[in-house]
């Protein structure tokens, strides 16, 4: 530790949040994006908050079972290596992903979890919109429909993917699949339940819950050509 830095400073730059503006994207190049920041990062790198819509896709997570895809038809199906089972996702949802030293900020997956579905929840809540979790399907309800998945994986004691919350879409594809393995579950958007609503606002209103329930003392958002995704790798 260098002379200048007391233990407290190196704890409080552990709790920064360096938050990336994606804008609409495809799935394959940020979620290589994803693994590239995970498998190359130190105990010293800052945690990453990406922010972003996808181009229309169906990503299957590790415990996806092929009898869950009704009939995708000409949207392409991924097969990703999140927890979880099929989702949609598409312009009009808003996509949060979480690239975080799990095992530095002390939270267990159950803590996790229910961090990031409380965000949610009180971002909705925001909007006049009541929402709820359930303890054995991850995720946040509104009056039994859907309305924000979630899907993690943990590498070493750091996490990517994240979470998507159905802002203002195209809620069609859902039919052609059973959401996140449940037949017949309903997804409901933010649109349905109080008409138009700007995703960039709701995007600010979901970075700074996410930094008040992840516990980070400060953010910092990262411009320019530091979104830039080439190839699968991000630059930074």
């Not at 407290?8 to 920064?16: G, H, I």
């Not at 000409?74 to 979480?98: E, F, K, N």
């Not at 990517?160 to 919350?165: D, K, N, P, R, V």
Request: proline share 6%; charged share 20%.
């Amino acid at each position: 530790m260098p002379p200048s830095q007391t233990p407290a400073a190196v704890e409080a730059q552990k709790r920064v949040l360096a938050v990336r503006e994606l804008g609409l994207q495809a799935y394959l190049p940020v979620w290589q994006a994803m693994q590239d920041f995970t498998n190359n990062r130190t105990p010293e790198s800052t945690d990453q908050l990406w922010l972003l819509q996808h181009q229309a896709v169906f990503t299957q997570g590790q415990a996806g079972k092929p009898e869950h895809l009704l009939v995708p038809g000409d949207i392409p199906v991924v097969q990703a290596d999140r927890g979880g089972q099929v989702t949609y996702h598409g312009p009009g949802q808003l996509v949060a992903y979480v690239l975080l030293d799990v095992r530095r900020l002390g939270f267990g997956v159950r803590d996790l979890v229910s961090r990031i579905e409380q965000s949610l929840i009180e971002l909705l809540d925001s909007y006049g919109i009541r929402a709820a979790a359930k303890s054995d399907a991850p995720g946040v309800y509104v009056e039994g429909a859907k309305i924000a998945s979630l899907g993690l994986r943990i590498r070493n004691g750091r996490c990517f993917h994240g979470l998507a919350l159905n802002v203002d879409m195209d809620l069609e594809p859902f039919a052609r699949i059973n959401p996140c393995g449940y037949a017949g579950l309903r997804m409901t958007q933010m649109r349905e339940l109080i008409g138009p609503v700007a995703i960039d606002a709701v995007s600010d209103r979901l970075r700074a819950q996410l930094v008040k329930h992840l516990g980070y003392l400060e953010q910092t958002t990262l411009t320019g050509e530091q979104t830039t995704l080439t190839g699968g790798t991000q630059t930074l």
